[in-house]
């Protein structure tokens, strides 16, 4: 019996023994392969690049104190340069001279004192300071890592360098934790990239990081510290919600990018979000087939971000949008390009025939970018844009969940023209958009509505005063056309200004409405219109009068009847609104470029451009003329039929297919096209209008759309106010209709409820949805048009 114990307890310590062995090989092949992997890269090969081989290895013994490897000099403390400049160039140099057969007793020289260094540079650190300690210096200590592995696991076996090179790589561990913390502690991980609100260690910043975390992790065969690079990498691929009490450095579920949060969200996706999606497909490639490898559906999220936050920003003739840019959108000559090898090597993840490779497929097709993909809007960010065959254009607002593009500062100057470029801007790419920014007045940002102030342009880095303070902007888009509305309400330091804004882009016209404006300062305030390149053959009409535009030309005019203005094939008519003038600004002169003082990265140019500028003056010296607007952009017309359409003043609103409008105070809606569109920001005020001979009457809703489509009318609803995910109820009426059976939309928490009658029927619902993250996005339900008896 006890030999049979004995037996037993034999086989399962054999079988433990096997197990283990079996797993330590497993894991061996797997740190193998991420270091192999990571050498086919180009993070690995840019370090390369910097190889001298004119090295003195006599100059660098000089610098070195034998006795502790440190360098011989005033400051004591290891810096970045020694181990981007010397330590890796006596790296290389030691590789190079081992390959071509050097004196064993020569190279082990150069091989102890390069251990020597290296171990003093691990042991003692430079003093960590963003971004070169958490960036640059890891990089280059897991390259040099990865260079020497072979020789130092050769050498463990020798006794003479087994302690140095131990305590090399414990060390290494404890840098690489150090860095990460910020140099506040170096025995574990501080946190692991989850904390929604931190900035610095979400999102674009943690890719720049992983390389470096990679190749230190797997050149020191230490499967803790790759794991925890893992849970760090794996927390930056998941949706999160902005909720507006925090505002996440994450990425949106409706594909926007958030990096710098200060006051709210920053929309970043051609900035930080380009570089996450570059850095993460290659740690997917790093990591490909081992027991860190991502899994399906973060693979599946992030070609969903290529598809849906990186191409839809990506314009024909090169073009990009700016909105998405941060504060990299004022340099003239971007660096940005399409991810096209990153694209292909995801590609490589996905089989033959996947949605996912298809979709990849699709946006790899069309590098030129005449797409006309229509509508795409980001309902966490209050952006949309455009791209369609007549017109591309991009709108961002902000409100209390979102903040607009940063700057720099007055040490690192980029961007420094962004105060109010967000504040609705309306981008039109219009052919050669690119070198007429560089003339533009910045306080006159299209679309926005701002005071022509008199001193610099306030710059904070990090969009520290780029806030909104509102909770009211949402964006609601359809086949055949696209809503963004909110109530722009920003502050910073004295400066003050509230406005509600509403944008209207369909296919063959574009909409631009707004009211309410309070700003009580001494400053002129404007809406501008357009900041464009001007024509020759420009011109304005005013009633059955028509003037050209030719350089000079300068007025200020008070209207009672709609103003027209026709430039470069583009048409613009801005409308008196409830009963009171407009002051309309017209101004064509010739304008210098300064690019200079829009970014410190570009270089100074003095070119002349012929700069058309239209606004709406609504106040000076705290009298105010007029609280709101209302104007409309026809694109690709002729002027011939821009004067049709204008009509002496009596707009032609047929032509374009538009069957009702109305707008006044906070009310606006339009019938086009057997659709309808309304915006209504009070809340107890009804949106009444006919469609297909049906009267609705809608209560409690800001802005929808009503489509016409097969038999059934379909209701596109947004909830654009947004505090917390707390939804709204809302009642629609139809009259002289019914009765009817509904399916309720299957995103939403509560079912709708239908209240037939003989006058008609009444819809009543809440737009709380049971997945947070919808909340905000388009809804959808459809009501039969023939009733069910």
């Known amino acids: 019996m006890k030999f049979q114990e004995i037996s037993i307890g034999k086989a399962k310590l054999s079988f433990t023994f096997v197990l283990l062995f079996v797993f330590n090989f497993l894991s061996a092949q797997d740190l193998a392969s991420v270091r192999k992997r990571l050498t086919e890269m180009g993070a690995y090969k ?28 005033t400051n004591p403390r290891p810096t970045s340069a020694d181990i981007k400049k010397d330590l890796l160039q006596e790296v290389f140099y030691f590789l190079r001279m081992q390959s071509e057969g050097m004196e064993t007793v020569e190279l082990n020289e150069i091989k102890e004192r390069l251990y020597k260094t290296l171990a003093w540079w691990v042991i003692d650190k430079p003093q960590f300071r963003w971004t070169d300690s958490a960036l640059d210096q890891p990089r280059y200590l897991g390259t040099i890592l990865i260079l020497l592995y072979d020789t130092m696991q050769a050498d463990l076996a020798d006794p003479k360098y087994a302690p140095r090179i131990k305590r090399i790589q414990e060390e290494s561990a404890n840098y690489l934790r150090y860095t990460w913390n910020f140099g506040k502690a170096e025995d574990r991980f501080l946190n692991l990239g989850d904390d929604l609100n931190e900035d610095v260690q979400r999102m674009g910043n943690v890719g720049y990081r992983l390389y470096a975390m990679t190749a230190i992790s797997a050149s020191l065969d230490r499967e803790d510290l790759m794991g925890a690079v893992s849970k760090i990498a794996k927390n930056q691929i998941q949706f999160h919600i902005n909720t507006g009490q925090s505002h996440p450095i994450a990425l949106m579920p409706d594909f926007a990018l958030h990096q710098h949060n200060y006051g709210g969200g920053q929309m970043y996706n051609l900035g930080y979000g380009l570089d996450w999606f570059n850095d993460f497909v290659a740690y997917a490639y790093y990591v490909k087939d081992s027991k860190w490898a991502l899994e399906k559906d973060q693979l599946k999220l992030i070609a969903g971000f290529l598809e849906k936050g990186i191409y839809p920003f990506f314009l024909e003739n090169s073009q990009l949008v700016q909105q998405a840019l941060g504060r990299h959108n004022l340099v003239k000559s971007t660096w940005i390009k399409f991810p096209e090898s990153r694209a292909k090597l995801l590609r490589s993840f996905f089989s033959e025939g996947s949605a996912e490779r298809k979709a990849i497929d699709r946006v790899l097709s069309d590098l030129d970018f005449k797409k006309n993909t229509g509508f795409h809007s980001f309902y966490s960010s209050d952006f949309l844009i455009a791209d369609l065959p007549k017109y591309t254009a991009s709108i961002r607002l902000v409100s209390d969940r979102t903040s607009g593009q940063e700057s720099g500062d007055q040490g690192q100057r980029n961007g420094m023209q962004n105060f109010f470029s967000s504040d609705g801007s309306f981008i039109h790419y219009k052919p050669g958009f690119d070198e007429v920014k560089g003339a533009w007045d910045w306080r006159k940002v299209p679309g926005t509505t701002a005071p022509l102030i008199d001193y610099p342009l306030p710059v904070v880095p ?5 806030s909104g303070f509102s909770s009211y902007a949402g964006v609601l888009n359809t086949e055949k056309g696209a809503l963004i509305a909110g109530n722009l309400r920003r502050k910073s330091g004295s400066y003050e200004l509230e406005m509600v ?27 501008t219109v357009t900041q464009e390149s001007l024509r020759e053959n420009a011109f304005f009409l005013n009633g059955s009068e028509k003037l050209s535009l030719g350089l000079g030309f300068e007025k200020l005019m008070a209207a009672d009847i709609p103003i027209g203005v026709w430039n470069d094939d583009t048409g613009y008519i801005i409308f008196p609104v409830e009963e009171k003038d407009i002051q309309v600004s017209l101004a064509a002169k010739s304008t210098n470029t300064k690019w200079e003082q829009l970014d410190q990265r570009n270089k100074p140019e003095n070119n002349e451009i012929p700069l058309l500028t239209i606004s709406v003056k609504h106040a000076e010296n705290a009298t105010m003329y007029s609280d709101s607007y209302f104007y409309m952009m026809i694109p690709e017309i002729s002027k011939e039929e821009f004067i049709q359409l204008y009509n002496e003043g009596a707009v032609d609103f047929p032509s374009l297919g538009i069957e009702q409008f109305t707008y006044s105070g906070s009310k606006f809606s339009l019938v086009h096209d057997s659709s309808a569109w309304f915006v209504n920001f009070r809340k107890a005020a009804k949106s009444e209008f006919t469609i297909s001979d049906y009267n609705f009457s809608i209560s409690g809703l800001i802005g929808g759309a009503f489509q016409l489509k097969d038999e059934n009318l379909n209701l596109n609803i947004t ?5 917390g995910s707390i939804g709204k109820d809302f009642l629609i009426t139809i ?19 239908v209240q037939n009658s003989q006058s008609g029927i009444q819809i009543s619902g809440n737009t709380e949805t049971k997945n947070p993250l919808d909340f905000g996005s388009t809804f959808r339900f459809d009501i039969p048009l023939k009733s069910q008896q």
Do not use: C
């Open 462 to 466: 990090y969009g520290k005063n780029y």
């Open 719 to 723: 909830q654009m106010e947004k505090k």
């Open 735 to 753: 009259d002289n209709f019914g009765p009817v059976n509904l399916s309720s939309p299957s995103v939403l928490s509560q079912p709708l409820k």
């Open 46 to 73: 840019s370090v390369l690049r910097y190889e001298d081989k004119n090295w003195s290895y006599q100059t660098f013994k000089k610098k070195i104190n034998d006795s502790n490897g440190a360098f011989l000099r």
């Open 501 to 527: 804004k509403s944008y209207l882009l369909l296919k063959d016209v574009v909409f631009f409405w707004g009211f309410g404006l309070k700003y009580e300062d001494k400053d002129e305030v404007h809406t």
